[in-house]
């Protein structure tokens, strides 16, 4: 039996963000309360007739930009034409013949390396309304009907479940530091439709592509791709591959299995045409320069600076780039020159402890960057210990005042060696007895005149010099 070989393709749904819906005037915001948030387009009322929201365009392109995409010439939608119940026109609006982006291609990290990922095409849409199905009937909540969506359809290019989750949490992050999108998965924002097919591993021509419909959260789009590639080695193993054929199924987490739902349809099937009641219109090489001039350094090209330009580790790296608001605080410290390493560590020690602990954002923190520089500054200079530096750095933050308002001849550390020298030779000489058991092998007792020094100096004395001039004094 030749060894298989799985092919995984991804075709990526999130929801963006913006005021109202892509195409009517309706707000465009999660709610609980089914059927609160509609507009007489959204319940496809006779006489009314979609407006482009300007602001999604916008962001599509963005996100078609930085995946090096290339755009048409022309905006164009077209009719998906099928009946489903969440579907009140009888057809969705989307794009097909021109989508906003083509022939995309970016680097995702997979353990450590980096991956090529190559997209085929990203377009806007609109969502279907949702549907919760109980014992004897179904509800249909009208909110989501016509909230923008952007599908991202990738190449038939991944091999295992581990770098199709990588590039959904790729994509999340890029989402999100573009500010398109929360893409929070919980909120149903983020979901997969997942093919997965295996062929012989010379083979030349893939296997028969098997969809799965829906899947939203990682774990499950990990769970369909797994189960699938035993599924389909198991019926190949026993030569029964035949019995394979180009479905849609459904992930059932209970299970851990994937259910057949139908035979897949078709693209021809679905009679797209040009939507008539939107005019094509031109995006100017002019306007797509202005939005491209609005993307940020993405957060792996962050990672990669921090960790060959500053000499970062990568799980420092990693845990910096994570969230773009914590990259921006980070990106603030390098530009007022402060060292990258005790930025770092300031802000994932101090900073993200605090504001994990109080559950607020570092945006609203009151400890600036500046403010950060101005209190490792004073820690460099030894005006203040690493103690007393985390007091302060929890009393300008409580109080909102400057870090100079802490500091003062009363509470500063004492970092003179010949005032230090003489307050420890006072010491000394009040204590033979201990001196004599340190030199005759009780070296722990060093510890003692270190506590008896910061007693005396009420923990001001500069410990590592204090423990300089006590181990030449011990000789």
């Known amino acids: 039996m030749k060894k298989q070989i799985a092919t995984i393709g991804l075709e990526m749904h999130c929801e963006f963000k913006s005021n109202s819906k892509v195409f009517s005037a309706a707000k465009n915001a999660y709610s609980e309360i089914p059927n609160s948030n509609i507009a007489p387009l959204d319940m496809a009322f006779p006489g009314t007739l979609p407006v482009v929201n300007k602001k999604c365009v916008k962001d599509a392109l963005k996100v078609s930009i930085a995946l090096n995409c290339t755009q048409p010439e022309y905006m164009v939608f077209d009719r998906k034409n099928y009946y489903y119940p969440d579907l009140p026109k009888g057809y969705q609006i989307t794009q097909m013949a021109y989508p906003i982006g083509i022939n995309g291609k970016i680097y995702i990290e997979v353990n450590g390396k980096l991956i090529p990922a190559y997209i085929h095409d990203v377009h806007l849409e609109e969502d279907s309304a949702s549907l919760d199905h109980f014992f004897d009937t179904s509800n249909i909540d009208y909110n989501r009907c016509g909230v923008p969506l952007f599908e991202l359809v990738t190449e038939p ?9 990588a590039f959904i949490e790729h994509m999340i992050r890029v989402y999100r530091y573009l500010g398109v999108s929360d893409a929070d998965t919980k909120r149903g924002q983020i979901r997969c439709d997942v093919n997965v097919s295996i062929a012989d591993e010379d083979s030349k021509e893939l296997g028969t592509k098997v969809e799965t419909k829906n899947v939203n959260s990682l774990g499950g789009v990990a769970g369909v791709i797994n189960y699938e590639i035993a599924r389909q080695t198991k019926l190949k193993e026993e030569g029964r591959y035949d019995e394979v054929e180009q479905e849609t199924r459904r992930w059932d987490e209970e299970t851990g299995t994937t259910i057949r739902m139908r035979s897949k349809v078709d693209a021809i099937d679905y009679k797209y045409f040009v939507e008539p009641n939107i005019p094509k219109y031109k995006m100017s090489d002019e306007w797509k320069k202005k939005v491209a001039s609005t993307i940020p350094r993405l957060h792996l090209e962050r990672k990669i600076d921090y960790i060959n330009n500053h000499g970062l580790s990568n799980y420092d790296a990693e845990i910096l780039v994570k969230e773009k608001a914590i990259s921006d605080y980070f990106e603030e410290c390098l530009a007022l020159q402060m060292d990258a390493k005790a930025a770092a560590n300031w802000i994932i020690t101090q900073i993200l402890g605090y504001i994990n602990k109080n559950n607020t954002n570092i945006n609203d923190l009151y400890l600036t960057p500046k403010r950060l520089k101005d209190l490792i500054d004073e820690l460099d200079k030894k005006t203040i210990s690493s103690k007393q530096a985390k007091e302060i750095f929890e009393k300008v933050i409580e109080e ?18 010949d005032e230090l020298t003489k307050m420890i030779e006072e010491i000394l000489a009040n204590n033979q007895s201990q001196i004599a058991e340190y030199k005759n092998g009780r070296t722990n007792i060093f510890d003692y005149f270190v506590g008896q020094v910061m007693k005396q100096t009420r923990g001001k004395a500069n410990p590592v010099l204090t423990k300089e001039i006590l181990t030449e004094k011990l000789k």
């Open 157 to 165: 290019c991944f091999h295992s479940a581990e770098e199709a989750t």
């Open 400 to 417: 909102k005042k400057e870090v100079s308002d802490f500091i003062s001849k009363e509470n500063a550390q004492i970092s003179d060696k």
